[in-house]
């Protein structure tokens, strides 16, 4: 159970409690937008369950962009730095944040991420969020845009099971689509079906971290994102890191 947020049980965190802590989040959160755009950096919030694949994607992520864009990142994990460990390892300049028994980064832990990682100087800033389908939606962070990673081995009805969380993403990214020829049971047009009913605008890129399908499609979208936002952005200079 989470003790910073209660996952929305009353008789751990009361809802007047609850409400504040959200404020306060809204207020950090405006706070870390006000610096992204300032400085031009798109930050994407990267969600999604245990084991969906999300330090894979942005593995293969820097492997399409490298020599392109320059990439940094924040891995949310309870207990160990293994996925930023990884990402240093791909290439990204990373912080591990530990939350310990928090399931969600909230607005503060990623101001203070900052301090310590050169984000300033980088085209895109992803946040890799706890693995959780449920609280990470809730926090806003000061994101440009919510990604989802949802693979195909978690079942045909985690979009309808969990449907605040696709409500909140721009964009859903069908991660390990190299097994389906080893998941006769499942049926993509389903996921696709309960994605279309839960999302305002769907959005959904097939992609393989493993063979690389749809990783260009995806870098396409991030590109496209990037390109709208700097067009809303100041047009200074950046300030020196």
């Known amino acids: 159970m989470c003790e910073t947020c209660g996952c929305g049980d009353p ?3 009361p809802i007047e409690v609850h409400e504040a802590i959200l404020s306060e989040n809204e207020r950090g959160a405006r706070h870390n937008r006000e610096h992204f755009t300032e400085q031009r950096v798109l930050v994407v919030n990267l969600m999604g369950s245990p084991g969906s694949g999300k330090t894979a994607i942005l593995e293969a992520t820097a492997g399409a962009l490298a020599g392109k864009r320059r990439l940094s990142a924040m891995s949310g994990d309870l207990a160990t730095d293994n ?3 990884r990402l240093e390892a791909a290439g990204i300049p990373s912080r591990s944040i530990t939350t310990g028994s928090a399931c969600h980064l909230d607005a503060k832990l990623v101001h203070e991420g900052l301090h310590d990682l050169p984000w ?7 946040i890799e969020n706890v693995g959780n389908l449920v609280c990470p939606a809730v926090y806003d962070l000061g ?6 990673a949802l693979s195909v081995t978690e079942g ?5 099971k969990y449907p605040v969380m696709f ?4 964009l859903v990214l ?13 049926d993509v047009a ?3 079906d309960g994605l279309a009913r839960t999302m305002p605008e769907p959005a959904i890129i097939q992609v393989s971290a493993i063979n690389g399908e749809g990783i260009d499609r995806w870098i396409e979208w991030l590109e496209g994102k990037r390109v709208a936002a700097l067009s809303e952005a100041p047009t200074e200079e950046r300030a020196e890191a």
Not at 120 to 126: A, I, S
Not at 156 to 160: A, G, I, N, R
């Open 11 to 13: 008789d751990l965190v």
């Open 83 to 85: 996925d930023a460990n």
């Open 120 to 126: 300033r100087q980088t085209d895109f800033l992803f």
């Open 143 to 148: 994101q440009a845009v919510n990604v989802v």
């Open 156 to 160: 045909e009805d985690k979009p309808l």
């Open 167 to 170: 409500r909140k993403a721009d």
């Open 174 to 186: 069908l991660t390990k689509v190299d097994l389906l020829p080893h998941l006769p049971q499942v």
């Open 190 to 192: 389903v996921i696709e």
